[in-house]
């Protein structure tokens, strides 16, 4: 056989009667891995985004977070984007609101407030 008889009989088979067949089964495993990508990796991703979203609009002076760097504080002022947070005594710094990750769990706003009293625990 030489390379142009095979060329010939795979032209031969794919226009053959059921060549749409073909091409479903082509489309399908496409079709299937965007469905797991769907539901593995952008659906949850989208419910996180939308939950964060949520939380920094529920934001108020007083909260007790932590910013994405590790940063505990107690929010003193709150504008569009920035968010002024009290790290310590007379120390505040601004950070961009989307940067906050969360509420800070209570043994750290224990510590924020052993910090203003002066109490160091040791």
């Known amino acids: 056989m030489n390379i142009n008889t095979i060329a010939y009989s795979a032209v031969q088979t794919a226009g053959q009667p ?9 489309l399908l ?14 659906r949850p991703q989208s419910k996180k985004l939308k939950k ?7 934001l108020k002076k007083g909260d007790d977070v932590i910013t994405a760097s590790g940063i505990y504080g107690r ?7 920035a968010i002024t947070i009290e790290i310590s005594e007379g120390v505040k710094i601004k950070v961009e609101k989307s940067y906050i990750a969360g509420y800070a ?16 625990g040791s």
Do not use: C, R
Request: hydrophobic letters at 45%; aromatic letters at 8%.
């Open 18 to 26: 059921g060549g749409t067949g073909s091409l479903v089964s082509m």
């Open 29 to 42: 495993p496409i079709v299937i891995i965007f469905l797991v990508f769907y539901l593995l990796l952008i």
């Open 52 to 58: 964060h979203q949520e939380f920094l609009s529920n």
């Open 75 to 81: 929010i003193t002022g709150i504008a569009d984007n």
């Open 105 to 120: 769990a209570t043994t750290s706003a224990t510590a924020i407030d052993k910090n203003k009293t002066g109490n160091t």
